[in-house]
C-alpha cells in the first residue's frame, strides 16, 4: 500500500491511519535510508510478537526493497507491487503480442553482463528483456547460483553438530595459506607415490627374475626329489628272493637300521655292476642253456657303464659316505623319593642318558639340516663293495668277528679306539646320520643327501631324509648367468635410487631443521613409510652381502673339489671337502630365507602407492577403519579359540600328534576352521568328547566369530566404498597427471613444486614456518607469482574442498537431532505464525465495527479494504496454484497408475490365452494316446 509521494515524514507521522496502523502487529512502516549503511527504523513497534516467531518479518536491505523515495507500506513477507494493483502472482500469459504488453524487468544475470561488457542500461533493453511479467517479482535476497564456484559448504562440529557456513566465488576466493599449502605438499605426495607405483613395479620384477632365475628352484626339486623317493622307496630290506618288504619307514630298533644298511641303502647307492631285472640270469639259462653271466660291464665307444660312484645314472657320488652321530652325555636317573638311590640304581641296572635334542613329533627341515656336537664319525670311502660291506659289519658288531677270526684288521676306527670294544650304535646314542654328497653335472647342481634317524627316550626312532642342494658356477659369468646379472643390475640400480632419494631427504630435514638435528629427524622425517623405506634398504644390502658371501663360499667348494680330484682317496680332503659343502648350503639357506623376507617389504612398498590413490588404498583404508572393532573381537575370539585349544591339548594330547601341544593344537583348529580336519583319530581317543568338543567349536568359531569377523570387515568395507566411489581412478589420475604436464609445456600452468618453493623461500627456507602461516591467498596473489588466473581459481578451491572433506565429520544419526529439533521450532514458529495472521484477519474483519468511524477518514477506509482485498485475493490465488500443483501431480500418478493396470491386464489376458492354448492342446495330445492306445490293445 502506497503513501502519497509528496508526504513527508513528518506528515506521515500525524496522519490518523499510522497512529491506528502502528497498533496493528504485522505492519510497519519503513523511512526511506538516508545512506547506504544506514539501517531502516519502523516508526513502531507494532504489536510483540511470540516468542516462536520473532524473526519474522525483519527489515531488509536497499537491494531487497527498490523505494524511489516514498513510503510504503506492507504487511511482514510481502511486498506490494509499486503502482500496482491486482494479484500479485506469475500467471501464463499466451500470445507474442500479449507477451510484448508485458513488462521488462531485469534480473542479476542481466546486471552482470552489462557490468562485465562496461555498458550502461537503457531503459529501451527492458523492452527485449525476456524476464516479462504482469507485475513486479517478488522482492526476496539474492539467491546464489547452484554451482560448484558458488557452493555452500556445511561443516558438522564434532561435539555440538554445529554447522558453519562458507560461502566463495570464482573472482573472490579466500583461502587461509597453511590450508593451501598443505594441499600442495599432499598433492605432490600423491603425485610422487602414483609415479613410483610404476617404479616399484619395475624393482618387483626385477628381483623376482633375478631370484627366480638365479635359485632354479624346480630344476633343485626335480633333483632332490628323485633321491628321497629312491632312497625311501628303493633301499629295502626283509628280502624274500627278489622282493624286500620293509623300507626307511619300517627301521624302528638298531637291528632293523643294520639291516636297511646292509640290504638296502649301500647296494643301492654302490653299484659296481650294471643292473639287470629280476631273475633275468636265470630266465636267461632257461631260455638259451646258457650259463655264462650277464655282461656287468658295457662298453658305449667313449666310456664304460656303470662308472664307479654313479647314482641314478646321472649323479657323481663324491669321496664316499659319511657316518655321525649325536651321543646323549651321562645323567642322574628320575627316580621316586622316599627310597636310598643306590637300590634304585642297584635295581635299574645302567645309568640313565637323556637326549639333549629330542624331537617329540615329527621332525622338519630345520631341524634334519643342523647336526650339533657331532661324534663317532665314520667314513666309507669309494672303494670295492666288498670292503664297503667289512666296514659297515664292522661298525655292527664293534669289530667282534674280526677278533674272533682274526683274518683281517678291523674298519671301524670308533670301535677299535674303545676298549673294550662296543658297537657304533650304543644306548647313548641320540641321532644317526648317514650322508653323502652327489653332483649332477647335467644341471651343474651339487647336493648333500642326510638320511637321518632320531632314537627318542621313549624308543621310539623317527627317520627324515634331508638334501641341500647348491649351485656350482653360483656366481661366474657364464652365458646362464647373464640375464641374472642383468636384472640384478636393473635392481641394484633401483634400491640405489631409493638410497640417495631417502639420503636427499634426510639431509634437506637436516638443512631445515629449527631444532638440534636428531629431534628434527625425530619430528619431520620419521615415519611409518620411511621406516618401511629403510627396511627395504637394509634387507636389500643384506641380500647383496649375502650373495657376495654365497659367491666367496662357493669358490671356496670349487677349490676343495679341484683338490679332491687330484686325491680321491685323501680322507683329509673328503672331509674338508664336505665340511665346505656344509657350510655353502647354509649360507644358500641364509640366502634364500632373506630373499624370502625382501617381498613382504615390497609389499609394504606398494601400499605406500596404493595408499596415493582412494580406489587401490581400499584394503589398506577397510583395514585402518576397521582396526577398532578387530580389536575388540580379537581379544574376545582368542579368548574363546584358546580356551578350545587348551581343551583339545587335555582331551586329545596323549593320542593325537595334531594336538600334542596348544601351538599345534592352534594350527589344526585355525585348519579346522576351513574345514581341513582328521575326525578318524579323533574320534578314536573319546566319541563322546571328541562329540561335543567338535560341535563347540564350530558353533562358536566357525558360525558366530567367523561371520561376525565377516560382518565387520565388510560393514567398513561398504563405508571405505562408498568413499572411494567418487574418487578418480588410477587412470583418471595418470590422466590428470599427463594433463598437467601437457599445460606445463604449453607454458598455462605453474608447477606446484615452484609454487611450494615459492613460498617455503618467503619463509626464508622454513617449511615449517610457511605452513603456520595464516596468511589469506588470493587468486590475485598467485597471479602475481605468475600462476594463471584459471590455475589459481582451481588450486584455491581444490584446496579448501579437501580441507572441509580432512575435518568435516561424516554425518551420523546423532547429527540429525539437532536439526529436527531447529526443524521443529520452524515448524512451531509457522504454526504460531499461521495463529497469529488469523488472529489479524479475524481483528481486521471486527475492528470497524467496534472503532469509531467518524475517527477514520474514508481514504484510509478504503485504503485498509483495498489492502485487505490484495491480501487475501493473494492468498487465495497462492492457495489456488497450491491446489493445482498438487491435483496435476495426483493426476499424472493417477494416469501412470491407469497405464501400469492397462500393462498389466494386457499380460494377464495373453497369459489367460496361452493357457487356453496349453489346455487345448494337452487335450489333443491325451486324445491322441488314446487313440493309440486303444489302436494297440486292437492289434
Wanted: charged share 25%.
Amino acid at each position: 500500500m502506497l503513501v502519497s509521494e509528496k508526504a513527508t515524514s513528518k506528515d506521515l507521522k500525524d496522519l490518523p491511519i499510522l497512529k491506528q496502523l502502528k497498533q496493528v502487529a504485522g505492519l510497519r512502516i519503513w523511512e526511506p535510508r538516508q545512506s547506504s549503511t544506514k539501517e531502516f527504523e519502523p516508526f513502531g513497534s507494532g504489536l510483540k510478537l511470540d516468542k516462536d516467531i520473532e524473526g519474522i518479518g525483519q527489515p531488509r536491505t536497499d537491494s531487497e526493497i527498490k523505494r524511489s523515495g516514498s513510503f510504503e507500506v506492507r504487511a511482514e513477507g510481502h511486498v506490494a507491487p509499486k503502482g500496482k494493483e491486482g494479484v500479485p502472482c506469475r500467471c501464463v500469459v499466451r500470445g507474442k503480442a500479449q507477451r510484448l504488453a508485458l513488462q521488462g524487468f531485469d534480473c542479476e544475470q542481466c546486471r552482470n553482463f552489462y557490468a562485465a561488457t562496461k555498458l550502461a542500461p537503457k531503459s529501451e533493453d527492458l523492452k527485449a528483456s525476456r524476464h516479462r511479467l504482469e507485475h513486479a517479482p517478488t522482492c526476496t535476497p539474492p539467491g546464489r547460483r547452484a554451482s560448484y564456484s558458488n557452493v555452500v559448504m556445511e561443516k558438522w562440529g564434532e561435539s555440538e553438530g554445529a554447522k558453519s557456513t562458507l560461502f566463495f566465488d570464482e573472482q573472490d576466493i579466500t583461502v587461509p595459506q597453511n590450508i593451501y599449502l598443505k594441499w600442495v605438499r599432499q598433492e605432490l605426495e600423491d603425485e610422487e607415490a602414483c609415479l613410483e607405483l610404476p617404479f616399484m613395479i619395475l624393482v618387483l620384477v626385477s628381483f623376482t627374475l633375478m631370484a627366480v632365475l638365479s635359485l632354479n628352484q624346480h630344476v633343485v626339486l626335480s633333483v632332490e626329489q628323485a633321491i628321497e623317493q629312491d632312497i625311501r622307496e628303493n633301499a629295502n630290506f626283509a628280502f624274500n628272493e627278489y622282493m624286500g618288504h620293509k623300507t626307511l619307514q619300517d627301521v624302528h630298533s638298531v637291528p632293523d637300521f643294520w639291516s636297511w644298511m646292509r640290504l638296502g641303502f649301500l647296494p643301492l647307492v654302490i653299484q659296481p655292476a650294471w643292473m639287470y631285472s629280476e631273475g633275468y640270469a636265470r630266465n636267461v639259462a632257461s631260455a638259451f642253456q646258457l650259463n655264462t653271466v650277464p655282461n656287468s660291464v658295457w662298453d658305449m665307444g667313449t666310456y664304460h657303464i656303470p662308472v664307479a660312484g654313479d647314482y641314478l645314472h646321472y649323479n657323481r657320488i663324491i669321496g664316499g659316505l659319511r657316518f655321525r652321530q649325536q651321543v646323549a652325555p651321562e645323567a642322574p636317573c628320575r627316580f621316586p623319593p622316599g627310597r636310598k638311590t643306590d637300590l634304585w640304581e642297584r635295581w635299574y641296572g645302567k645309568v640313565c642318558m637323556p637326549a639333549f635334542q629330542e624331537p617329540f613329533f615329527e621332525p622338519d627341515t630345520s631341524v634334519g639340516e643342523v647336526f650339533e656336537q657331532a661324534t663317532r664319525e665314520e667314513w666309507l670311502l669309494m672303494a670295492d663293495m666288498q670292503r664297503m660291506m667289512d666296514q659297515v659289519l664292522d661298525m655292527e658288531d664293534g669289530c667282534h668277528g674280526v677278533h674272533t677270526i682274526g683274518t683281517r684288521a678291523c674298519y671301524c676306527n670308533w670301535c677299535q679306539a674303545q676298549s673294550p670294544a662296543m658297537p657304533w650304535v650304543t644306548e647313548r646314542t641320540q641321532r644317526i646320520e648317514v650322508s653323502m654328497a652327489t653332483f649332477n653335472a647335467e644341471y651343474g647342481l651339487l647336493t648333500l643327501t642326510g638320511v637321518n634317524l632320531w632314537i627318542a627316550r621313549g624308543g621310539r626312532m623317527r627317520k627324515r631324509v634331508e638334501l641341500m642342494s647348491v649351485w656350482v658356477n653360483f656366481s661366474q659369468f657364464t652365458a646362464a648367468n647373464v640375464p641374472v646379472m642383468v636384472f640384478a643390475g636393473i635392481w641394484l640400480v633401483c634400491v640405489c635410487y631409493i638410497f640417495i632419494n631417502e639420503i636427499i631427504e634426510i639431509i634437506s630435514v637436516i638443512r631445515n631443521a629449527e631444532t638440534r638435528w636428531h629431534r628434527a629427524l625425530l619430528e619431520d622425517y620419521l615415519g611409518f613409510w620411511n621406516i618401511v623405506d629403510w627396511l627395504s634398504i637394509s634387507v636389500a644390502a643384506v641380500v647383496v652381502v649375502l650373495w657376495f658371501g654365497l659367491a666367496m663360499e662357493s669358490g671356496t667348494l670349487q677349490d676343495h673339489l679341484g683338490k679332491l680330484l687330484e686325491d680321491r682317496s685323501s680322507l683329509a680332503l673328503v672331509a674338508a671337502f664336505f665340511q665346505a659343502l656344509e657350510v655353502t648350503s647354509a649360507e644358500e639357506k641364509r640366502f634364500r630365507l632373506i630373499l624370502c623376507f625382501y617381498p613382504m617389504l615390497l609389499l609394504l612398498r606398494l601400499f605406500k602407492s596404493f595408499a596415493a590413490q582412494p580406489r587401490l588404498a581400499v584394503v589398506t583404508d577397510t583395514i585402518k577403519l576397521a582396526s577398532q572393532d578387530l580389536l575388540h573381537f580379537g581379544l574376545v575370539s582368542a579368548a574363546v579359540i584358546a580356551c578350545l585349544c587348551l581343551n583339545a591339548v587335555l582331551l586329545f594330547g596323549r593320542d593325537v600328534e595334531a594336538f600334542g601341544n596348544l601351538p599345534r593344537s592352534l594350527h589344526s583348529s585355525f585348519r579346522m576352521l576351513f574345514g581341513d580336519w582328521e575326525w578318524a583319530p579323533m574320534e578314536e581317543v573319546s566319541r563322546s568328547g571328541a562329540y561335543l568338543w567338535f560341535t563347540i567349536f564350530m558353533v562358536l568359531v566357525a558360525i558366530i566369530l567367523l561371520n561376525m569377523l565377516l560382518a565387520i570387515i565388510l560393514d567398513n568395507y561398504m563405508d571405505v566404498k562408498r568413499v572411494s566411489a567418487s574418487a578418480q581412478s588410477l587412470g583418471e589420475q595418470f590422466q590428470e597427471m599427463r594433463r598437467r604436464r601437457q599445460m606445463q609445456k604449453r607454458k598455462e600452468r605453474m608447477r606446484l613444486t615452484d609454487v611450494w618453493d615459492h613460498f617455503v623461500a618467503e619463509a626464508q627456507n622454513r617449511p615449517k614456518l610457511a605452513l603456520a602461516s595464516e596468511r589469506d591467498i588470493t587468486v590475485d596473489f598467485l597471479e602475481q607469482m605468475g600462476m594463471p588466473s584459471s590455475q589459481a581459481s582451481r588450486t584455491l578451491q581444490n584446496s579448501w574442498m579437501a580441507h572441509l572433506k580432512a575435518t568435516t565429520v561424516p554425518f551420523e544419526l546423532k547429527h540429525s537431532s539437532s536439526w529436527l529439533a531447529r526443524f521443529e521450532a520452524d515448524t512451531r514458529k509457522c504454526r504460531n505464525g499461521l495463529y497469529f495472521l488469523f488472529d489479524r484477519l479475524e481483528f481486521y474483519d471486527t475492528r470497524f465495527a467496534k472503532l469509531d468511524v467518524e475517527e477514520f477518514s474514508d481514504l484510509a477506509q478504503s485504503d485498509m479494504a483495498q489492502e485487505m482485498a490484495v491480501q487475501l485475493l493473494r492468498l487465495s490465488s497462492e492457495a489456488a496454484e497450491k491446489l493445482a500443483k498438487l491435483l496435476s501431480v495426483v493426476d499424472k500418478t493417477q494416469s501412470r497408475t491407469e497405464e501400469k493396470q492397462l500393462l498389466i491386464h494386457g499380460t494377464v489376458r495373453d497369459m489367460s490365452h496361452l493357457l487356453l492354448k496349453l489346455q487345448s492342446l494337452g487335450t489333443h495330445i491325451g486324445s491322441r494316446l488314446e487313440g493309440l492306445t486303444y489302436t494297440g490293445q486292437s492289434f
